[in-house]
C-alpha cells in the first residue's frame, strides 16, 4: 500500500520541520471514551472487540472524530503474537491477561513457532487494512508490537506481575533458553510490523513494557538485544516505515536504545524531555512525556504542563507530543481535547 509521507506527524518522526508539534495519546481509544465502552458492551468482550476487524475500526477511528490527533493507532493487543503461538490468550475481568498454556519448560519454549501474520493473525491485518481505507488519508496509521522481552514475561508468568519473577528466574538460571524464547520472539515481532505496514500501517511502535524491571546488564543483554533485532528485521521487510521504540522506566539506557537503529525514542514521564534530547542528540526523534495523571488536574494545570513539555524539549525538530504512558480510564475527554488544542497552540509556527 502507498505510504502517505507529508503528515506532521511522520515528519516528525523524520525530525523535519513541521508547522505545529504533532499529538497522539496512547491508549487514545479505550475506556475513558462513552462511546469506545459502548462498543465494547456490543462486542461482549475485549478479544471480540479486537478480533473484530469492523469493531477494531470503529474504536481506532473514535478518538479522531472527538479530536484534532495526529494520529490513529491500531486498535489491538500486545498480547496477539503469543495467542497466535498456541498460548491461550483470555481476560478475566479486574484480573487483566491470563495464558491457559503458560511457557514453564524448555519443551514448552521448542514447540513454539513463528506465526504467520497473515493467517494466524489474519484478523489484526484485515483491522489495518480497513482502518487505512476508512482514515482516507486524514491522518497515518500506527502499527505496534509488544517487546520480545516483555511478551516472554506474560507468557512464563502466564499473567500480569508486579515483578515477574519467573522471567526474571529463567534468564538468569538458563539464559540459553531464554534467549531461544526471546529470539523466536524477535522473530514473530518483526514479521508481524512487517506485514502490519505491508497491510497499510504508516509508522510502528515497539512497546517494552517490563524493559524497565531489569538490572542494567540483565537489560541489555535479554531487552536491548532483541529490540535492536526486531528493528533490524522491520528496516530490512519494511523499509522506509519508521519505528518507534517505548521501554517504560529505561531512561538509564536511552542512548543504547537510539543505537538500535529505530527512528524514535517514547520516554515516560520521569525523565525531562529537554534532558533526553540533549541525550540522544541528532540521532532519534523523541515522544513523549506528559504525566497521564495531569490529564486529572483543571484545564489551567493541562494547559501550564503541556507548555513545560514543549519548552522544556524547545525549538527543535522531532518531537512527538505524547503522554507518558497510557491514557487512564478515569480521564473526562473534555480533558483530551484541552490538551490536544494546547499542544497545537503552543507549538505552532515555534
Not at 483543571?298 to 518531537?319: K, N, T, Y
Request: proline residues 6%; hydrophobic residues 50%.
Amino acid at each position: 500500500m502507498t505510504i502517505t509521507t507529508d503528515h506532521r506527524f511522520l515528519r516528525a518522526l523524520r525530525r523535519e520541520p513541521v508547522d505545529m508539534t504533532p499529538i497522539w495519546i496512547m491508549r487514545q481509544a479505550g475506556r475513558y471514551l462513552p462511546e469506545y465502552r459502548a462498543t465494547r458492551a456490543r462486542a461482549g468482550s475485549f478479544l471480540a472487540l479486537a478480533q473484530t476487524p469492523e469493531l477494531a475500526c470503529e474504536v481506532t477511528l473514535q478518538p479522531l472524530e472527538r479530536f484534532a490527533l495526529d494520529a490513529a493507532i491500531l486498535f489491538s493487543d500486545i498480547l496477539t503474537v503469543p495467542d497466535a503461538m498456541g498460548l491461550g490468550l483470555h481476560f478475566v475481568e479486574g484480573e487483566g491477561p491470563k495464558f491457559a498454556h503458560p511457557v514453564r519448560s524448555v519443551a514448552d519454549i521448542d514447540r513454539l513457532g513463528v506465526p504467520d501474520p497473515e493467517t494466524k493473525l489474519r484478523y489484526v491485518m484485515d483491522a489495518v487494512r480497513l482502518i487505512r481505507r476508512e482514515l482516507n488519508e486524514r491522518a497515518p496509521l500506527i502499527g505496534f508490537a509488544g517487546s520480545p522481552w516483555t511478551l516472554a514475561c506474560y507468557m512464563i508468568e502466564g499473567e500480569g506481575s508486579a515483578s515477574f519473577a519467573r522471567a526474571k528466574a529463567l534468564a538468569l538460571e538458563n539464559p540459553q533458553a531464554m534467549h531461544r524464547l526471546l529470539e523466536v520472539l524477535a522473530r514473530s515481532v518483526g514479521a508481524y510490523l512487517a506485514a502490519q505496514a505491508a497491510a497499510g500501517a504508516q509508522a510502528l511502535m515497539v512497546f517494552d513494557t517490563w524493559g524497565g524491571l531489569l538490572m542494567p546488564a540483565m537489560f541489555r543483554e535479554f531487552s536491548l538485544r532483541w529490540l535492536a533485532a526486531v528493528v533490524a528485521q522491520v528496516h530490512a521487510q519494511a523499509p522506509g516505515v519508521p519505528i518507534t521504540l517505548f521501554s517504560k522506566g529505561a531512561n538509564a539506557h536511552l542512548e543504547a536504545l537510539a543505537d538500535t537503529g529505530c527512528n524514535a525514542l517514547g520516554v515516560d514521564w520521569t525523565i525531562d524531555i529537554g534532558a533526553a534530547r540533549e541525550r540522544v542528540g541528532a540521532r532519534v526523534a523523541l515522544q513523549g512525556n506528559l504525566d497521564p495523571a495531569v490529564l486529572a488536574a483543571s484545564p489551567e494545570a493541562i494547559r501550564s504542563q503541556a507548555r513545560a513539555v514543549l519548552d522544556s524539549f524547545g525549538a527543535h525538530p522531532g518531537h512527538v507530543f505524547n503522554l507518558g504512558h497510557g491514557i487512564t480510564p478515569d480521564i473526562p475527554p473534555e480533558h483530551v481535547a484541552v490538551l490536544v488544542d494546547a499542544v497545537h497552540e503552543f507549538s505552532r509556527n515555534r
